[in-house]
C-alpha cells in the first residue's frame, strides 16, 4: 500500500524510506474539491483535529521521539 502522509514540524528528506504509520483515528472521508481555496480551507481543518487529537495520545510523542 502507498500513501501520503503529513507529518507535523519535520523536515527531513525521508523520501523512499519505509515508514510505519499507526492509524489512532479517521478524520474525515475522502471528498472531492471544486478549488483549490476549499482544499486549503479543509486541509487547515484537518490539521487542527489532527494535532488535537495527537495531543492526547501518546503514540505520536514516541513517533516525534524517534524520528528527530
Known sequence: INIEVHIFDFGQNIYGKILEVEFIKKIRDEKKFNSS????????????????????????????????
Open 37 to 68: 481555496e476549499a482544499v486549503i480551507k479543509q486541509i487547515k481543518k484537518d490539521i487542527f483535529r489532527a494535532k488535537n487529537l495527537f495531543s492526547r495520545h501518546q503514540t505520536y510523542h514516541k513517533i516525534a521521539a524517534s524520528i528527530t
